[in-house]
């Protein structure tokens, strides 16, 4: 089908229906997801600072080793293309505001959460000028605020894409999610120790 610019202008002017559908599709809204907009690193933390030894009381430290190659092996890991939802489709995987459910899905998220007020332990990294930050108020974050937050729940809320089981985990420890705008729901693979079998990279682990 082809027509021109010109009269597909007059055909948005005088026709509602087409006009509204333009205005509110998610498909055009939005630019599609970036899944590296998911790949955020790691992060490292000083949470303690000082510890003061009372009596014979001993001082120990754990460090744990090899996690790379036990995630690799013992993880569960997508495989092939996803299938991607957008807007209201994205109600047949996990229902509707305020019920979302996430336990099924597995893959990408974008999502606009509310996180909580009392966390000691953000859990949803947000990007902002370069940095790499875990906090529970947007508005803080982007003008770097030390002060205690005065922001409402709008301006507290982040919006980003997350991994399936991030989000889990936030939702675990009080955030709300409250829009959902596109999923990447992949099949996954998982090494299962009973049978032995599974498992994207376990092959590759066993050889070494």
Not at 186 to 204: A, E, I, M, N, S
Request: glycine share 8%; with cysteine.
């Amino acid at each position: 089908m082809e027509k021109w610019e010109c009269d597909f202008d007059r055909k948005i002017r005088e026709n509602n229906e087409m006009r509204n559908f333009l205005e509110n599709a998610q498909i055009i809204k939005n630019s599609p997801l970036d899944p590296r907009d998911a790949f955020f690193g790691g992060r490292t933390g000083n949470i303690a600072t000082r510890c003061d030894v009372a009596g014979t009381e001993k001082i120990r430290y754990i460090d744990v080793c090899s996690l790379y190659p036990y995630v690799l092996k013992t993880g569960a890991f997508p495989i092939g293309h996803p299938k991607i939802y957008i807007g209201e489709e994205c109600s047949e995987l996990i229902g509707v505001f305020p019920d979302f459910d996430f336990n099924s899905l597995e893959g990408l998220i974008r999502c606009k959460v509310l996180p909580p007020r009392d966390l000691f332990h953000p859990v949803l990294p947000y990007r902002v000028r370069g940095k790499l930050l875990f906090a529970l108020c947007r508005s803080c974050c982007e003008t770097f605020s030390q002060a205690e937050c005065t922001h409402s729940l709008a301006e507290r809320e982040f919006e980003g894409t997350w991994v399936s089981c991030e989000l889990r985990k936030a939702v675990e420890k009080g955030y709300r999610v409250s829009e959902v705008s596109e999923i990447w729901h992949y099949k996954v693979t998982r090494y299962d120790p009973d049978t032995r079998q599974g498992g994207l990279f376990t092959g590759y682990i066993n050889s070494f």
